[in-house]
């Protein structure tokens, strides 16, 4: 009864470099969301997927990339880190959208960007 | 712009007394309306939610209310026990932009002291 799993859990990454933050989920969703959660402030749409094939932009799109290959998995690309990127990373899932349907969440990926 | 507020930070009530969280929003699309209960190092995970159709919906110790003229809603926790610590984070959701969207408050830091 696995939800959502989130890898790494921390990681320390420099200017410039690129990395790829895992996210599975396994009760068959059709939704999938990227947030980030800067301190004191809310979470903030990234990038969401209705389905295989299909992602579109959320609110802070930029310096992201995302893929969705397959119903279970959603990585999110950060290309060329940058300080602003220092946030904690939340995936999340939903059966159908969020307008009626809470949503389920990993546990998170702290990234700090030096 | 901060569609969604939550206006304290923090808040502490003492085990067995009510625990009052409160949430404004200013964006007369939104319809449907949750709350997240989040502990540290863990992701946010449901909690309840009210449809726009509904003044109240109740759930155990926990009961949500909706004043739709105030664009407000609270979130009612009664009795308050010490497990209950965490940041509560309230979340509005409507057709926005083409897309269907969630948007966060950003979250109140409930201590309930033994």
């Known amino acids: 009864n696995a939800g959502v799993t989130q890898t790494p859990k921390f990681h320390i990454l420099k200017i410039g470099q690129s990395m790829t933050l895992q996210c599975t989920q396994d009760?068959?969703?059709?939704?999938m969301y990227w947030y980030r959660q800067d301190p004191g402030m809310g979470l903030k749409l990234i990038y969401y997927?209705?389905?295989?094939?299909?992602?579109d932009k959320g609110e802070v799109p930029n310096g992201y990339n995302v893929s969705r290959s397959t119903t279970e998995d959603f990585p999110l690309r950060l290309e060329l880190a940058a300080p602003s990127q220092t946030s904690v990373y939340f995936c999340?899932?939903?059966?159908?959208?969020?307008?009626?349907?809470?949503?389920?969440f990993g546990d998170g990926t702290r990234l700090s960007i030096l | 712009d901060q569609q969604v507020k939550q206006n304290s930070p923090s808040l502490s009530v003492q085990e067995g007394r009510i625990s009052i969280l409160n949430c404004d929003y200013t964006?007369?699309?939104?319809?449907?309306f949750l709350w997240y209960k989040k502990y540290p190092a863990e992701g946010p995970t449901f909690l309840i939610s009210?449809?726009?159709?509904?003044d109240k919906n109740e759930d155990g110790r926990f009961t949500v209310f909706l004043n739709k003229s105030a664009k407000h809603l609270s979130l009612h926790i009664v009795p308050s026990q010490p497990g209950d610590s965490a940041v509560y984070f309230c979340?509005?959701?409507?057709?926005?932009?083409?897309?269907?969207?969630?948007?966060f408050g950003t979250g109140t830091k409930l201590q309930v002291i033994p």
């Open positions: 999340a899932s939903s059966y159908s959208g969020p307008r009626n349907q809470p949503q389920h």
């Open positions: 009760m068959n969703h059709n939704y």
């Open positions: 997927s209705v389905g295989a094939g299909i992602t």
């Open positions: 964006n007369s699309m939104f319809d449907y």
């Open positions: 009210i449809s726009s159709i509904k």
């Open positions: 979340a509005a959701s409507g057709d926005s932009g083409g897309y269907q969207k969630v948007t």
